[in-house]
């Protein structure tokens, strides 16, 4: 039997190991990256790069190295104002629209804040006990925290890339892309029934999914895969851009204001669909799945298939009734694909692939409470006008999803990697 000593000297030791592995990965997904690719901002929701790695650096060093550490003496007085996000609480901070005028300070100059930082990160670790819970449950938030960020390090490079008039690769990769013939999507039944919903272990969570609850469900169908390029083209080809009838009212605004006509990063050229993806510009693959689609896209898809979307409560049932994350067949960051992947055998893709709209507006789970201080401005804060997302994507590191994790953004966004897995009543 472990004493309680020696169960926190591990975490201790499992939290130094994944700091070390996750700040790591995020500079390793920059290091295709040229100087002038750091700075760019092309619209509000991209931050360039550098502001990536200096936010998620700051993150440790103002709520865990100045908060617990006595003798921690900040790197630069005004990295603090240039890399706060959105933390009221923390203190003033840069405009997010003005993150891509931040030519100063330089790439070298982050770099070396993230390695200062590391350093004295890595330091304090080794000095923590089993007294220091408080301290610990944070670093690990950071961890997490970063992860995310790394997810929107890659669709913040495609974006910038994407919008480049050269649309150059982000790296050169080899993956293939040969066709392959999907099978007609077919429906997991999931039995009526009374459900308990959001995360009961003991590992880490979100706020946002915590106040476990019940909920009754009628049985319903949930498609068995990820829809694909081939039958959101038939949306296409059919006028479902132009007809009104499939669309939400602000949907319809959405889609005629914007001059929306396909997918964002979808380009027809001489009648043949193309998009831009990491590997650089390439033809549709019809048995892809379709990517960086809007919730009104999702939505207008579904109803012109005379079908819905799930809601964030029957993903989850149906998530832990027919899949497992661990399945070798899910696309993470970590297979390096940076794009959703054709069907493979024993894989459904609740994991991985595409993060999947649901018809569920973000809002707090029953018995839901704010963390105090900045902790508290995470998720909370957010509960407006949002629609819930769920299962990640191909640029989500594998230990960092779960059945219970909501994701959230607003319905026309779509840089993000978002699909469609469609539901139906029984």
């Not at 929701?45 to 100045?66: C, I, N, Q, R």
């Amino acid at each position: 039997m472990q004493t309680q000593q020696q169960t926190t000297t591990s975490r201790i030791s499992q939290l130094l190991e994944k700091y070390q592995r996750v700040r790591h990965q995020t500079v390793s997904l920059c290091k295709p990256l040229k100087t002038e690719d750091y700075v760019v901002q092309p619209v509000v929701d991209v931050s360039p790069p550098k502001w990536h790695l200096g936010h998620t650096t700051w993150f440790f060093e103002a709520l865990v190295l100045e908060k617990y550490c006595k003798s921690y003496k900040i790197c630069d007085a005004d990295y603090g104002y240039m890399f706060n996000s959105y933390y009221e609480s923390v203190g003033e901070r840069l405009l997010r629209p003005n993150r891509g005028f931040m030519t100063r300070p330089t790439i070298e100059e982050v770099y070396h804040y993230r390695n200062y930082v590391d350093q004295q990160m890595e330091a304090f670790l080794h000095k923590l006990t089993e007294d220091d819970s408080t301290v610990l449950n944070v670093i690990e938030i950071g961890l997490h925290h970063e992860q995310q960020h790394q997810e929107l390090l890659v669709t913040d490079i495609k974006y910038i890339l994407g919008h480049n008039t050269l649309f150059p690769p982000y790296q050169y990769y080899d993956h293939n892309d040969t066709l392959i013939e999907i099978k007609p999507a077919g429906f997991l039944k999931v039995e009526e029934g009374t459900y308990q919903i959001g995360h009961q272990t003991n590992d880490f969570c979100y706020d946002n999914e915590l106040g476990v609850h019940k909920v009754f469900l009628h049985s319903f169908g949930i498609m068995d895969r990820l829809v694909i390029n081939a039958e959101y083209l038939e949306f296409i080809e059919s006028g479902g851009y132009g007809s009104f009838e499939w669309w939400l009212s602000e949907g319809w605004d959405w889609v005629k204001n914007s001059d929306i006509k396909a997918p964002h990063y979808w380009h027809l050229i001489n009648s043949v669909w193309h998009a831009y993806t990491m590997g650089g510009f390439k033809k549709i693959n019809p048995s892809e799945p379709v990517t960086h689609i809007s919730y009104f896209e999702a939505d207008a898809f579904a109803r012109w298939k005379g079908w819905r979307l799930p809601t964030e409560i029957e993903w989850e049932v149906a998530c832990k009734n027919f899949s497992s994350k661990s399945s070798p067949e899910a696309n993470f960051v970590e297979e390096m694909h940076f794009k959703p992947v054709a069907l493979s055998n024993g894989n459904q893709q609740f994991f991985g692939d595409c993060w999947e709209w649901t018809n569920s507006a973000y809002l707090p789970y029953p018995y839901f409470t704010k963390e105090a201080g900045a902790l508290g401005e995470y998720n909370g804060k957010f509960m407006i006008n949002q629609m819930v997302l769920r299962g990640g994507s191909c640029a989500t590191p594998r230990d960092h999803i779960r059945s219970t994790y909501r994701n959230f953004f607003h319905p026309h966004l779509r840089w993000q990697f978002t699909g469609i897995r469609l539901a139906k009543h029984l």
